[in-house]
Nanobody
Framework: QVQLRESGGGLVQAGGSLRLACTFS????????MGWFRQAPGKERDFVAG????????RYGPFMKDRFTISRDNAEVIVYLQMDSLKPEDTAVYYC????????????????WGQGTQVTVSS
């Protein structure tokens, strides 16, 4: 059974940075593509970034590639999301997800989800 746990959220001023981490419990971490999604109150869950099992390929949601960076350490079974130049509109709960279907932006393709971590960006 795979379990995911996010950490690193919090309150930050606009223009600041945060690094989210997602720890993976289970087997064969490198077989899983990993993704970060976010959901603001009253809005749909949006794709933020994803990374292939090997870490060789990444994808980003619109307007995020220049500010966000996803990475993974398969030896440490952890995925990071570095967020820079944060804006108030980045305020949301951020979720980590894992899937065996390959790197995709589709939330429905992800089999496992963490509980989420709140990111709040003040203006």
């Amino acid at each position: 059974q795979v379990q995911l746990r996010e950490s690193g959220g919090g309150l930050v001023q606009a223009g600041g940075s945060l690094r989210l981490a997602c720890t993976f419990s289970g087997r064969s971490f490198s077989s899983y593509a990993m993704g970060w999604f976010r959901q603001a109150p009253g809005k749909e869950r949006d794709f933020v970034a994803g990374i292939s099992g090997s870490g060789g390929r990444t994808r980003y949601g619109p307007f995020m590639k220049d500010r966000f960076t996803i990475s993974r350490d398969n030896a440490e079974v952890i995925v990071y999301l570095q967020m820079d130049s944060l804006k108030p509109e980045d305020t949301a709960v951020y979720y980590c997800a894992a899937n065996l279907n390959g790197l995709t932006i589709e939330a429905r393709a992800y089999d496992y989800w963490g509980q989420g971590t709140q990111v709040t960006v003040s203006s």
